[in-house]
Structures are given as structure tokens and as C-alpha cells.
Nanobody, 124 residues
Framework: QVQLVESGGGLVQAGGSLRLSCAAS????????MGWFRQAPGKEREFVAA????????DYTDSVKGRFTISRDVAANTVYLQMNSLKPEDSAVYYC?????????????????WGQGTQVTVSS
């Protein structure tokens, strides 16, 4: 059974940093596309960042470029999201997602597996 478990969320002041982790189990995702999405109250879930498997090419939504960094540890079957210079508008539940195959995707529909989410709250 595939599981994605996020951790690292919490409460931080504006300008602070958090590092989210997503540990996968049940299968290896070494060559698979993985991504982070977020959903704020009353809003639809949106793309934040993605990383491809083999080349580890990243992609980001414009609002987080220069502040967030996605990375992966293939041996640990884990993907990370380093979030710096956090803003109140970054507050949301952050979800990790994985696809069963390679590529780089920004749309939810392309992801096969999802974590339960971790709350990030940025105070002003």
C-alpha cells in the first residue's frame, strides 16, 4: 500500500522559514514525478512546486519562485519543500503528491497518490 506522509508544518512568523518533508512508502518513486500543492480555506487546491524523477528538474508557481525550493532524496524516497521568506498568504494545508511514472506536472489530475496534508500558518 502506497503512503505519502507529510511533516514539518507549523506556525511561523512572516519572513520565517519551514521545511516540509514527504516520506513515501509502499513503492519507490525514484523516477517518478512528485509535487506539492496547497489549499487555503475557501479556496481551491493549487499547484506549488514539482520535481521530475531522473533529471530532478523543478517547476514552481510564480508566487513562490525565489522563495521555495523543492528537492528529493531518492535513497530516502522523500521529497522536500524548503520555504523561505514566508508570507501570510502562504498559509494553507500543503499536500504532497506523486505520480506513478516520470515527467514534470503542475496539474492535480496527473498525480496518482496523495498525502493527508500538513498545516502551514504564517502570522503577520
Amino acid at each position: 500500500q502506497v503512503q505519502l506522509v507529510e511533516s514539518g508544518g507549523g506556525l511561523v512568523q512572516a519572513g520565517g522559514s519551514l521545511r516540509l518533508s514527504c516520506a513515501a512508502s509502499g513503492r519507490t518513486f525514484s523516477s517518478s514525478a512528485m509535487g506539492w500543492f496547497r489549499q487555503a480555506p475557501g479556496k481551491e487546491r493549487e499547484f506549488v512546486a514539482a520535481i521530475s524523477g531522473i533529471t530532478r528538474t523543478p517547476d514552481y508557481t510564480d508566487s513562490v519562485k525565489g522563495r521555495f525550493t523543492i528537492s528529493r532524496d531518492v535513497a530516502a524516497n522523500t521529497v522536500y519543500l524548503q520555504m523561505n521568506s514566508l508570507k501570510p498568504e502562504d498559509s494553507a494545508v500543503y499536500y504532497c503528491a506523486a505520480r506513478g511514472s516520470a515527467g514534470l506536472y503542475t496539474r492535480e489530475i496527473y498525480y496518482d497518490f496523495w498525502g493527508q496534508g500538513t498545516q502551514v500558518t504564517v502570522s503577520s
